[in-house]
């Protein structure tokens, strides 16, 4: 039996071909590769660089899908099942949304693969795969399972190595997709599972996935003290309620820790408390615009991914353009000016969608107007153009040459070390690009038609290679 894992892009550009390069391992088909049983043959396709090979004979095909990649992911399973391959679909929106991927495929599965993948498998190979596997969400890879990290040989991903410490998180934010999928509880993996599986891999660099890495700041501590011997640096995502508790900075320091992305989301403290970011105002001097949490973070070297979700309902343009100046004064590594999205199964979405603001149809990600980046719904302040305009704005400010030379001269984090300062130069300009490369990207390849017409597909494809000859940009 053969099985093709898929990695879906989200879409094209409408010049030219695209190609992300700042792919990562795809972790997810790493993971259920390693759960599938070692008879079954496994290959891995990358929408993200490479063409899939429809045409080549295969048993199965599993696909991943967050929700920006699914109108793709919908078009490559009608691909695969117009040849006859059965398709079946998993990951963050089929569990969070399955109504709507049953119809685009021949079985989903819904929950962590850890728990029904193999019984998925074995009623594929029996040619009686369910319509849809309801699988448990819990503890990753538990057993000391490996990710078929071979799989990602030779497809250019960036130069580390993606892990789990733990799953989902404590926290109850309304717009966060994870808080819905993992019910507000963190899953940790054992430690000793963990650092085997440090150690059976090459790098010393390390990104642990996880929703909120610090959702648990004992269980944290304690992995913290053993990871310290093994001499790695890693990166994660944590909440910014870490900064009050010094004695877990001191261990991420010394574990090797090069910083975080950090959810700060608003710097209004109202739009802070609408969407219940609770580790946002867990401060005990109180509200300072993160001042003193940025100093700690700083004082421990960490070189820090700032992210904001932009457009709730105490934003307004001015505090959005203030969001930036905050950025710009800390000098942030890197920050991502997120536009507020509802996902459906998230609390946001179901109040927008009672409110009436849900622009799109309320199906934003299946839309063949949609563009990456676009706002979603109305929001209180302005409207969904200047919201969009505004954050282009500024995110197009962060990611000048000039923006990025400036915000270099913190000596505190990244001249604080030649490693620090390689990464801060190597990895700026390289988000940069991207951003502007998926700035206003349309979803899918297939845009006239409806969502899965594979002829659509063929016929845009010959289109983007004909203006690639032309025009020589890829
Ligand atoms: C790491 C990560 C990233 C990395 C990408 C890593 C990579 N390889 O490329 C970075 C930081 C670059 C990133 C980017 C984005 N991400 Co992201 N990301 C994550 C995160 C935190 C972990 C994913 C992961 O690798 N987990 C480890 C693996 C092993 O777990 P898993 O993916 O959940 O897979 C398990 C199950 O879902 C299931 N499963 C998964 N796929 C399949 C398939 C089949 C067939 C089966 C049977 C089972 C199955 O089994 C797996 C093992 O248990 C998730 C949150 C999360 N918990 O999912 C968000 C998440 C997936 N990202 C999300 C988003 C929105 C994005 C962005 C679009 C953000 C943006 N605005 O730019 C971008 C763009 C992504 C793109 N396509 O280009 C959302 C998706 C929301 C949704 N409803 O779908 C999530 C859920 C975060 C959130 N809080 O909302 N992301
Ligand atoms: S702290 Fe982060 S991961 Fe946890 S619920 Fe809030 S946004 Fe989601």
Redesign the pocket.
Known sequence: MKIT?I????GRQDHSLYI?E???????????AG?TPPDVECVLYDD?MEEIPFDEPTDLV?????????RRAYEIAAEYRSRGVPV??????????PEECQAYADSI?I???????AE?VEDARQGRLKPR?D?A?GV??AGGSL?RRDLFVGKG?LPLT?M?FS??CRFACD????????KKTQYIRPTQEVLEEIRRQDRKFV?F???NFLSNHDAAKSFLRDLIPMKIRWVS?ASIDMTNDLELMELMAKSGCMGH?VGFESISPESIKLMKKAPNLMHKEGWDRYQAQVEILRQFHMQTWATFTLGHDFDTIESIQETHEFAMRNRFCFA?Y??L?P????PLYDRLNREGRLLFDGKW?LHPEYR??QAAFVPKNMTPDELTDVIWSCRDKWNSPRSIFWRMWDFKTHMSSFTRLFMYLAYNPLYAKESYK?QGMLFGRNRKGPIGVPVGETATRRSIERSAETTGVR
């Not at 700042?22 to 259920?32: C, D, I, K, Y």
């Not at 929950?111 to 993948?117: L, N, S, V």
């Not at 717009?175 to 993992?182: L, T, W």
């Open positions: 894992f990695m879906p892009n989200i992300d700042a792919r990562m391992e795809p972790l997810s088909l790493g993971v259920l759960l993200r599993a696909i991943s899908i967050e929700i920006y990649a699914a079946i679909l998993g990951g963050a929106h089929p569990s969070l949304f599965y929950g962590d693969a850890e728990f029904r993948w998925a596997y699988a969400v990753a890879q990710p991903y993606l789990q799953r989902g717009f966060c997709a994870v808080s819905a999928y993992f990104f996935v996880d929703d995502q992305v991502a997120n536009i999205m996902y459906p199964g998230t990600w990456f980046n998926k």
